[in-house]
């Protein structure tokens, strides 16, 4: 069936880059997301990339993309202690019904030490 | 500024209790979800709709119910709390070209006694 793993933590120095590592299992999947939770909030949608793509740069954020291995990753670069929160991925699959719906990891907590 | 807001933050409700959680959107968007947030679980779809009267189980919709009388908003319907449904519960929305929730509400950590 459909899954999509993350490690669970990850602890960095402010000033350093990070890594956030993501595995899916759908081949066909359109779309691949990264999302934001602050403590005490709802989600916030970073960046998407299309499954035709290498990669994808915003800013700080580089998101790279492994089709053959399945494989997304988040790069933030100069992480900043306002960058401490947990990073969802996930995959768009079609639903049996044929509508699109999102797959979503587990989430990795990202500890940003000063 | 765009907004998706739950009615409450926190809520305690007994087991065998009917509760609803609501969720009201104010960009017009067709899309609403209702997501379910478990430690180690990740976000799990419960209920989607695409129009307002229109609604599409998700991963998880059982014990869950929903109602869209009107656009902008989305209701969660707990028809009889159990123990395990204690969760925050995240409600979101998009537009109609877009699956992927693009704005959440800050969630309702709801819990069952």
């Known amino acids: 069936g459909e899954d999509v793993e993350q490690s669970l933590f990850l602890s960095v120095r402010e000033g350093d880059s990070s890594v956030i590592n993501c595995t899916y299992t759908d081949s066909s999947s359109t779309y691949l997301y990264w999302y934001k939770q602050e403590p005490g909030a709802g989600l916030q949608l970073l960046t998407y990339i299309f499954s035709n793509m290498d990669m994808k740069q915003d800013q700080r954020l580089t998101v790279l993309l492994n089709k053959k291995d399945k494989h997304l990753s988040l790069r933030i670069a100069d992480t900043q202690t306002g960058d401490s929160a947990i990073y969802f991925c996930?995959?768009?699959?079609?639903?049996?019904?044929?509508?699109?719906?999102?797959?979503f990891g587990q989430g990795t907590t990202l500890q940003v030490k000063p | 500024d765009v907004k998706v807001t739950q009615s409450s933050r926190y809520l305690v409700k007994r087991t065998g209790e009917k509760v609803f959680l609501e969720c009201v959107q104010d960009?017009?968007?067709?899309?609403m979800f209702w997501y379910r947030q478990d430690p180690g679980l990740g976000l799990r779809l419960i209920y989607f709709?695409?129009?307002?009267?229109?609604?599409e189980k998700g991963d998880i919709p059982e014990g869950y119910s929903v109602s869209r009388e009107k656009k902008e908003r989305f209701s969660l319907i707990l028809e009889s709390a159990s123990t395990n449904q204690t969760s925050m519960y995240l409600c979101?929305?998009?537009?109609?070209?877009?699956?992927?929730?693009?704005?959440f509400g800050d969630g309702t950590r709801l819990s069952i006694l």
């Open positions: 996930a995959e768009s699959i079609r639903s049996s019904s044929n509508t699109g719906k999102l797959i």
């Open positions: 709709s695409y129009d307002v009267k229109m609604k």
């Open positions: 979101a929305s998009s537009r109609p070209d877009r699956i992927a929730p693009q704005h």
């Open positions: 960009m017009d968007h067709e899309n």
